[in-house]
T-cell receptor, first 116, second 111 residues
Framework: GAVVSQHPSWVICKSGTSVKIECRSLDFQATTMFWYRQFPKQSLMLMAT?????????EQGVEKDKFLINHASLTLSTLTVTSAHPEDSSFYIC????????????FGSGTQLSVL | GENVEQHPSTLSVQEGDSAVIKCTYS??????FPWYKQELGKRPQLIIDIRSNVGEKKDQRIAVTLNKTAKHFSLHITETQPEDSAVYFCAASRPGNQFYFGTGTSLTVIP
């Protein structure tokens, strides 16, 4: 299957700082990327849908000013958690849908964010 | 929008037995149904998928069946092994749309 790279794998930061997470499709062009948040032993909660060259579409209840998403190219999307607080601590996963095998969805390795 | 329900939430089976996980969906326009396996702290990995023009698909010990009329699809794992222990998620999607995930099934294979 296609490869989606996500960095960093884990990050610890102080409350009030911002954290950037990168998601790259390594061997295919991703017209659409999705960002999820996952709590322990729970399903994937969609935060936003990111389309290359346009503004992200956020799910209800997700603060777009807090979770900044940029999809500047067909292979890179970034999620920036601004002014992070302890309640933002979570496992964040990106996924990418390709243009070739358009219906398949591949996931990044996830980022465990801990805000102190 | 689409609503995907998944059962059971937890499942324990003896090694060598079969495991079945079921999902239902609500949107008749959904036409793509993947299954993902997620081990603790790792990414969900696509293990098998089925499209709406097919009723069944098999890949070694894993099979998926789809009943479009009833809007349900199932994952079947035969001859289970301890390494099959993980959380499994079903999903439903249609072209150009997001993926809707089930709530997950935690499978434990007892040696």
């Amino acid at each position: 299957g296609a490869v989606v790279s996500q960095h960093p794998s884990w990050v610890i930061c102080k409350s009030g700082t911002s954290v950037k997470i990168e998601c790259r499709s390594l061997d295919f062009q991703a017209t659409t990327m999705f960002w999820y948040r996952q709590f322990p032993k729970q399903s994937l909660m969609l935060m936003a849908t990111s389309n290359e060259g346009s503004k992200a579409t956020y799910e209800q209840g997700v603060e777009k000013d807090k979770f900044l998403i940029n999809h500047a190219s067909l292979t890179l999307s970034t999620l920036t958690v601004t002014s992070a607080h302890p309640e933002d601590s979570s496992f964040y996963i990106c996924s990418a849908r390709g243009t070739g095998d358009a219906e398949k969805l591949f996931f990044g390795s996830g980022t465990q964010l801990s805000v102190l | 929008g689409e609503n995907v329900e998944q059962h059971p939430s937890t499942l324990s089976v003896q090694e060598g037995d079969s495991a079945v996980i079921k999902c239902t969906y609500s949107d008749s326009a959904s036409n793509y149904f993947p299954w993902y396996k997620q081990e603790l702290g790792k990414r969900p990995q696509l293990i098998i998928d089925i499209r709406s023009n097919v009723g069944e698909k098999k890949d070694q010990r894993i099979a998926v069946t789809l009943n479009k009329t009833a809007k349900h699809f199932s994952l079947h794992i035969t001859e289970t092994q301890p390494e099959d222990s993980a959380v499994y998620f079903c999903a439903a999607s249609r072209p150009g749309n997001q993926f809707y995930f089930g709530t997950g099934t935690s499978l434990t294979v007892i040696p």
